[in-house]
C-alpha cells in the first residue's frame, strides 16, 4: 500500500494501487495520437490503476472501481493484469465481506474486472452501483463475465444519487455513456474523467478511447471548472499520485 490515506470531514480515503504498468500491444498508442494536439512526446505512458476505499465515521466501507481483475479477467488483452487489490485491502485491514457498496465509475475492463473472481462476486455483501446508459451499453465480456455474474447485486442509478451516507455519484457522460464520478466531502474520486495531467492544464484534449470525444471534453471542462471553484481534491485513477489538490 504505498499510498497514504487522507482524512476529510471525519472520513478516510484510502488510495489502493491495483497495478501499475503501460498499456499492451493491443491498443497501445503513441502518446501524441492518444491525446490528439496535445503536444505529448513519444515515450512510454505509464499508467497507475487506482482504486478507492472510503471508511466514515460509522465504520462503513465502500469502495470505489474494482481495478483489473485477475489473470483471466477481461482486462488481461492490455492491463498488467493480474490487479492487486485484494492485497491491497487486506493491508488496509479490511476484507471482501466486509464492503457494503462497490461503485464502478464505468464499465471500462481495468475499472470493472476485480468486481468478480473466480466466476463469483468479490465483494458478496456489496450493492455494485452503476448508471443505467452504461448498464444498457455493456457488451463483450465485461457483459458476460462481469455484469452477469452480480447481476442480483446491481444498484442502479440514472444521473446524480447519494448511494451510501455521505458518498454521492454524478453522472458525468462522454468516456462511456453512463461515466459518474464520485464524491465524499472535499474528495472527487473521478474514474477516467481525466486520463493524462495534459488534460488538466487543457480540458480540451481529447483522449482517442472515449467513446464521444466531444461530449467527453464539454463534460471535463464543465466538471473541472465545478471543482476548482470549490477547490476540491481530485482522487484520480491513472495519475502516478492518487490525489492532486485544485
Not at 471500462?108 to 452504461?134: C, E, K, L, T
Amino acid at each position: 500500500m504505498p499510498h497514504q490515506p487522507i482524512t476529510v470531514s471525519g472520513v478516510e480515503v484510502t488510495p489502493l494501487c491495483d497495478a501499475v504498468g503501460p498499456m499492451g500491444a493491443a491498443i497501445r498508442r503513441p502518446p501524441a495520437e492518444l491525446f490528439p494536439g496535445s503536444g505529448l512526446r513519444d515515450e512510454p505512458w505509464v499508467l497507475h490503476f487506482h482504486c478507492f476505499l472510503i471508511r466514515d465515521a460509522a465504520d462503513r466501507l465502500t469502495l470505489v472501481d474494482t481495478g483489473i481483475g485477475g489473470a483471466d479477467s477481461p482486462a488481461s488483452s492490455w492491463a498488467p493484469v493480474p490487479g492487486t487489490l485484494a492485497g491491497e485491502l487486506a493491508a488496509a485491514g479490511v476484507t471482501p465481506a466486509e464492503i457494503g457498496t462497490v461503485v464502478l465509475t464505468h464499465l471500462h475492463s481495468d475499472h470493472a474486472s476485480g468486481a468478480v473472481a473466480d466466476g463469483r462476486p468479490m465483494f458478496d455483501n456489496a450493492r455494485y452501483v452503476i448508471q443505467r446508459a452504461d448498464l444498457d451499453a455493456a457488451r463483450g465480456p465485461v457483459l458476460d463475465d462481469v455484469i452477469t455474474v452480480i447481476k442480483a447485486q446491481l444498484q442502479v442509478v440514472e444521473g446524480d444519487a447519494e448511494v451510501a451516507p455521505g458518498v454521492h455519484v454524478h453522472h458525468t457522460p462522454g468516456h462511456t455513456p453512463g461515466h459518474q464520478i464520485a464524491r465524499v466531502g472535499q474528495v472527487a474520486i473521478t474514474g477516467d474523467l481525466v486520463l493524462h495531467p495534459v488534460q488538466l492544464d487543457d480540458p480540451a484534449v481529447r483522449y482517442l478511447y472515449d467513446d464521444d470525444q466531444d461530449a467527453a471534453a464539454r463534460t471535463r471542462a464543465e466538471v473541472l471548472a465545478a471543482l476548482r471553484a470549490e477547490r476540491a481534491i481530485l482522487a484520480t485513477a491513472h495519475f502516478s499520485e492518487p490525489f492532486l489538490p485544485l
